[in-house]
């Protein structure tokens, strides 16, 4: 059963520390990708990776970094937290881009 | 940047009645689409996916329809059900790999 896990299911932070949220997937996928997801706003894409170390910007990278140290694990940084970086925040893999992604269950972060 | 955007935000279904969703894509150099589907409190699953070089696809209850000429995405599902019941995106891989996502359709059987 593929599977692509994301550390917590509910985080609360405070404004200006520095949030970790990791993924990891089972799938030996090459490509991890990270959305935020907000009402009315669908998934808008943060980060995507396609291989160790390798990163590559959405569309709405700012305030936001990522790393992929190892190809089972990608997380996303978010270097001094806002209140405006309160969201959902879901992690997906895939094996090729032109095959489905695989989502986690989703981390609602909220930034007080 | 271009978006994949979806025409209804809400739709509401009588159960055992067929159900369309439309979606409407910008980049007509996106090769795959995806139907995807997220009940509450969870991450989207994968419903159905079509690459470009189709115009119709069908699996188990669900058929997706592409028409590249107005860029038009469809999702159709047969003799809808209570379990159906959820908020549905479209997305599609543009050529520089960014998969996006539409804003959603969230669709509600009535019983």
């Known amino acids: 059963d593929v599977k692509v896990t994301q550390s917590s299911r509910y985080l609360v932070k405070r404004t200006g520390e520095k949030v970790f949220l990791e993924c990891v997937q089972d799938?030996?996928?090459?490509?991890m990708f990270w959305y935020r997801q907000d009402p009315g706003l669908g998934l808008r894409l943060i980060y995507f990776s396609y291989d160790v170390k390798m990163k590559e910007k959405g569309d709405i990278p700012e305030g936001y970094s990522v790393s992929r140290e190892k190809k089972e694990r990608f997380s996303l940084i978010l270097e001094s937290a806002s209140t405006n970086q309160t969201s959902m925040y879901l992690c997906?893999?895939?094996?090729?881009?032109?095959?489905?992604?695989?989502f986690g269950q989703g981390t609602r972060l909220t930034v007080v | 940047g271009e978006s994949v955007g979806l025409h209804l935000p809400t739709l509401s279904v009588q159960e055992g009645d067929n159900s369309i969703i439309n979606c409407a894509y910008s980049n007509s150099a996106s090769d795959y689409f995806i139907w995807y589907k997220q009940e509450s409190g969870k991450g989207p699953q994968f419903i159905i996916d079509i690459r470009s070089n189709m115009d119709k696809r069908q699996g188990q209850r669900v058929t997706v329809l592409l028409n590249k000429t107005v860029k038009h995405l469809s999702l159709q599902i047969a003799a809808t059900q209570p379990g159906d019941s959820a908020v549905y995106f479209c997305a599609e891989t543009p050529p520089d790999y960014k998969l996006s996502f539409g804003a959603g359709t969230t669709v509600t059987v009535r019983a």
């Open positions: 799938m030996d996928h090459e490509n």
């Open positions: 997906a893999s895939s094996h090729t881009f032109v095959a489905e992604a695989f």
